[in-house]
């Protein structure tokens, strides 16, 4: 049937979808060959012959190689075929040999050698296959980026760099490759980005040194070894342990800790914030402590105790209050947690904090003490002398629908106050 495509218009005209037939060509192959769809999956297992079989048929058709989709993103058959988990080399070589443009941009400002570089499983063999057919290592893309901020693979990185890639550009966020490779966990790129001296302390549009977006103990570490600044702060006050905390990452605080982290540091103003976790709001003077015991990934997890104990420790101030007059034992009953997981973790955290002498008749700015909050949160005091969760009386507002009875607030989403 494509043999008898009859004419160059139709070899290009778009389907309902905005596709031409080169691009729903090989949109058919990588939906169905993956075992999703209805053709067998010998389309990927046998050999990429039969999406070059069919892409050259459609091109002697009069199909244009660099046509792009007429959605809005603008792709061309080059930037889909790059879609794939495996990147097919046979159809991308066909493809490049065709006269596919490797520096045509779609709307988002992504030409295909970028998406290349991002590709977890690129090779240095079609990474030079791009470049022999023209790709351009040094201009920014629509982002301001240059290749050293998408690449992942080390090796590559270190060819680019050859190659003439400035390892100090930044982008239109004022983030340098180094700020990327932390803040994605890649401690090759970031390694080998120091090695090369990149400047350690660069700061973005938003204050943030690569250091201070270290997810990691050994993002951390590595950064520390070459001088990073353990103390760098946003305008907001917020630093790196902060961020730990927030995270309840045990063993980035310890290590942050144990080089001199300042346990006391604040924030100075109101700032919402998403880094690590989605409910958490960063409120004026809180300390780490005040985020760890508020931390929804930590309640989950299971690691807020680990966290706070770390942090009484080292000298944390348990009495500590944040900008509506909380302490840390006041904050942390406060807090709501939907799961049994988080409210375990959460019980756990406020009688440590009582153990260690949090004192529960401290009042907050609307003076409540804790038992007064305790009884608006869910709690009762034990004769034992503890706070315990009382059984969660899920309403109808809290139930997600259908199916399994899922409950809002699943993954333990909870802000710092109600």
């Known amino acids: 049937m494509l043999q008898k495509v009859g004419h160059e218009l139709e070899a290009n005209t778009l389907d309902e979808y905005w596709q031409g037939a080169l691009n729903d060509a090989l949109l058919a192959v990588f939906d169905y060959g993956d075992g999703t769809g209805v053709l067998p999956d010998y389309i ?53 040999d065709q006269g596919a443009d490797v520096n045509f941009r779609d709307s988002c400002g992504r030409s295909a050698f970028f998406e290349l ?136 605080i310890l290590l942050l800790l144990a080089n001199g982290a300042n346990v006391h540091a604040r924030t100075v103003r109101e700032e919402p914030t998403c880094d690590f976790d989605i409910g958490t709001i960063i409120v004026e003077g809180n300390t780490p402590l005040h985020l760890a015991v508020a931390s929804a990934h930590g309640a989950l997890n299971g690691q807020t105790l680990e966290v706070v104990t770390a942090l009484l420790d080292h000298g944390a101030d348990i009495e500590a209050k944040e900008g509506t007059g909380k302490t840390p034992l006041l904050l942390a009953i406060s807090t709501k947690f939907y799961n049994r997981w988080s409210w375990t973790s959460n019980e756990k955290a406020v009688n440590c904090l009582l153990e260690r002498g949090a004192n529960p008749h401290a009042v907050d700015d609307s003076a409540k003490n804790a038992f007064q909050l305790a009884d608006d949160k869910h709690y009762k005091f034990s004769e034992t002398g503890q706070f315990e969760r009382k059984p969660p009386q899920f309403s109808h507002e809290h139930n997600m629908g259908g199916g399994r009875g899922r409950v809002r607030g699943a993954y333990g989403r909870g802000g710092f106050h109600s």
């Open 117 to 252: 570089l991002e590709h977890p499983k690129a090779t240095k063999e079609l990474v030079k296959m791009f470049t022999d057919a023209g790709a351009v290592v040094g201009p920014p893309d629509a982002r301001g980026q240059n290749p050293l901020h998408c690449v992942r693979i080390s090796s590559i990185a270190s060819w680019l760099i050859a190659s003439g890639a400035d390892i100090s550009a930044v982008d239109d966020e004022g983030e340098t490759p180094l700020h990327k490779a932390s803040s994605k966990h890649n401690l090759e790129l970031v390694s080998l980005y120091l090695d090369e001296g990149t400047p350690i302390d660069r700061r973005n549009n938003l204050r943030w040194t690569p250091f201070m977006q270290s997810p990691s103990a050994s993002i951390s570490k590595a950064l520390l070894d070459h001088g990073a600044d353990i103390h760098a702060a946003t305008d907001q006050g917020i630093t790196a342990i902060h961020q730990a905390a927030k995270a309840c990452n045990q063993e980035l």
């Open 44 to 96: 990927r297992s046998q050999n990429w012959g039969h999406a070059v079989q069919i892409v050259d048929i459609l091109i002697k058709a009069g199909a244009y190689i660099n046509a792009h989709s007429g959605d809005p993103i603008q792709r061309t058959a080059l930037h889909y075929a790059l879609d794939e988990q495996e990147p097919p080399l046979e159809l991308i070589a066909f493809l490049i």
